[in-house]
């Protein structure tokens, strides 16, 4: 099946430092990638939807310059949480959808890779 | 804006018992209904997924949900639960007609005790 990985799984980094978090689809290819943010006991939150060579898609409320997200290829988007402090600390998930037929990605369901556990002291 | 509402947050059963978690979604077109499970220590993996036909849904590891398109829900059923099926589980929904953004519902965290 379907592969995503998610690179690291576990960080821990002072305050003002910038992390990078890669995700990566292993056997297919995703031109569509989502990054999650989600908090204990809660849901989901989608922070962006990312497409491969073009610029993602923040939701409301999310900065573009605090969570740069770059989708190089087909197989590879990251996410770098920059000068980050303490209130970034959360778990973040991405997830990619294969492409179905015809190109088309609105009823495939997502692919989730296993998540990155950020710490900032 | 599409919405999804989980109303069970928590639920607890003995095995062998049976489980309905309820899921509601606010969105008048045309949709796509997707149920995840995170089991303990892993990563989110797709249940089952309603897009067109038959409103019952068959899944893994003998779960089902129905659509019910009055009510705007999407049901996850299963006869008997087995200490296994101990997760999380989360309701998704994205509006079909080529819109791919996809809601998440808050998600119910089961435990089945032994």
């Not at chain 1, 690179?7 to 002072?14: A, E, G, L, R």
């Not at chain 1, 992390?19 to 962006?48: G, H």
């Not at chain 2, 099926?85 to 791919?100: H, L, P, Q």
Request: proline share 4%; charged share 15%; net charge positive.
């Amino acid at each position: 099946g379907a592969v995503v990985s998610q690179h690291p799984s576990w960080v821990i980094c002072k305050s003002g430092t910038s992390v990078k978090i890669e995700c990566r689809s292993l056997d297919f290819q995703a031109t569509t990638m989502f990054w999650y943010r989600q908090f204990p006991k809660q849901s989901l939150m989608l922070m962006a939807t990312s497409n491969e060579g073009s610029k993602a898609t923040y939701e409301q409320g999310v900065e573009k310059d605090k969570f740069l997200i770059n989708h190089a290829s087909l197989t590879l988007s990251t996410l770098t949480v920059t000068s980050a402090h303490p209130e970034d600390s959360s778990f973040y998930i991405c997830s990619a959808k294969v492409l179905g037929q015809g190109n088309r990605v609105s009823n495939q369901p997502q692919h989730f890779g296993d998540g990155t556990r950020l710490s900032i002291l | 804006a599409q919405s999804v509402s989980q109303h069970n947050h928590h639920v607890i059963l003995s095995e062998a018992a049976s489980l309905e978690l309820g899921c509601n979604y606010s969105y008048g077109g045309t949709v796509n209904l997707f149920w995840y499970v995170q089991y303990p220590g892993q990563h989110l993996q797709l249940l089952l997924k309603y897009f067109s036909g038959d409103p019952l849904v068959k899944g893994i590891k003998g779960f089902e949900a129905e659509f019910i398109k009055s009510k705007f829900s999407f049901n996850l059923r299963k006869p008997s639960v087995q200490w296994s099926d101990t997760a999380e589980y989360f309701c998704a929904v994205n509006a079909g007609g080529g819109s791919y953004i996809p809601t998440f519902g808050r998600g119910t965290s089961l435990i089945v005790h032994p």
